[in-house]
């Protein structure tokens, strides 16, 4: 059970904390993860054509060595209606990809790229489609997302229109509307 929770659990450390250069990476790169998250909304496979896609801004380290930057892509994944058959957000897919990163240590930013929709669990009608409540709690306990981690919500009808919170502030806004 330790493993697990050592896995899966957050781990609030100085070597984790985002750094102000994590915060400049972010800034600099936040265009190319909205258009990487937009890539990946292509290969979306959906019965009902609602297409997500995902990127995932991930920082490595190996030791001591200066920290490395990545970027993790996922699709959405529900060619059956809804019981029929198995289905994987964008965000889930994203996040299985890390598997592939060695040494990944923290996930600096989420962005999803999507036609807004209600949320299911808190009612919420947002202007860009936020995380549903399966990938909220998914990212909750995951070990590299932290309350601090950027998420950036896209609007796939209007590109335009974006919002970005820190990970804890989609939380408390969901949270606080049930």
């Known amino acids: 059970m330790g493993y697990l929770l050592a896995l899966f659990g957050h781990h609030f450390t100085e070597e984790t904390a985002m750094t102000d250069a994590d915060k400049e990476w972010v800034k600099s790169h936040v265009d190319k993860l909205k258009q990487r998250a937009a ?6 496979v ?11 801004g991930v920082k ?3 030791g001591r060595q200066r920290p490395s930057y990545h970027i ?3 699709a959405n994944c529900k060619p059956l209606p809804h019981n029929h058959g198995p289905k994987t ?7 299985h990809d890390i598997g592939d990163i060695a040494y990944a240590v923290e996930i600096l930013c989420i962005v999803v790229y999507g036609v807004p929709q209600k ?3 808190s009612s919420i009608a947002p202007k860009t489609l936020h995380s549903c409540g399966d990938c909220r709690r ?9 309350d601090e981690t950027m998420m950036v919500f896209v609007n796939a009808e209007d590109p335009r229109v974006v919002e970005e919170m820190k990970f804890a502030d989609l939380i408390a806004l969901h949270n606080g509307n049930k």
């Open 60 to 62: 490595a380290r190996y």
């Open 39 to 44: 890539m990946a909304r292509s290969w979306a």
């Open 119 to 121: 949320d299911h669990e």
């Open 89 to 95: 957000c964008a965000e889930a897919h994203a996040l």
């Open 72 to 74: 993790s892509m996922g």
């Open 138 to 146: 998914l990212f909750q306990n995951h070990r590299l997302v932290t």
């Open 46 to 56: 959906s019965h009902r054509d609602f297409n997500v896609g995902c990127a995932i």
